[in-house]
């Protein structure tokens, strides 16, 4: 088992630094040698656990900040568009590189998405909404339809 292995070694190393210090401390300052050693290894416990609470929150303050960005990062390429089936609104991530079929979040119904850029000059001003995902395959075909059928 690994994680037995991992503590022992561990273990063996607070107590070695617990030996290491307390012979020191032994030598130096003649301060009793088994107390040293015990009170080096509570110091060095208490040292580690500060230390993984601390490491812990930090982690924790960095995943929430991650999360923020990524929340971000989706509004900013997405948008709220109706349910062919039901007209419920659903937020949507648009991306150009692939298709944005989605599905229905108050249905399951699925839905294709098919965006529409309109280019126009910046000076003349626009009426129309610049980036328009609001057409369903139903709508498409329709209009596809009634173009051909017109020309
Ligand atoms: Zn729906």
């Known amino acids: ?46 040292i580690f656990y500060v230390w993984n609470t601390y ?23 997405g948008v709220e568009v109706q349910c062919a089936h039901c007209k419920a609104l659903n937020f949507i991530p648009v991306r150009l590189d692939e298709e944005n079929n989605f599905t229905c979040d108050t249905c399951n119904k699925p839905n294709a998405v098919y965006i529409d850029i309109t280019i126009a000059q910046s000076a003349t001003g626009i009426n129309k909404e610049s980036l328009s995902v609001g057409s369903y395959v139903k709508d498409k075909e329709a209009a596809i339809k009634e173009i051909s059928d017109k020309e």
Do not use: C, D, W
């Open 55 to 77: 490491m812990e929150y930090r982690m924790r303050v960095n995943e929430s900040i991650q999360e923020t960005r990524r929340v971000i990062e989706y509004s900013k390429q």
């Open 1 to 46: 088992m690994p994680e037995i292995k991992q503590i022992s070694i561990s273990l063996i190393k607070t107590l070695l630094v617990s030996v290491v210090f307390a012979s020191a401390g032994h030598f130096l300052l003649q301060y009793p040698l088994q107390e040293g050693i015990i009170v080096m290894t509570l110091i060095q416990i208490i």
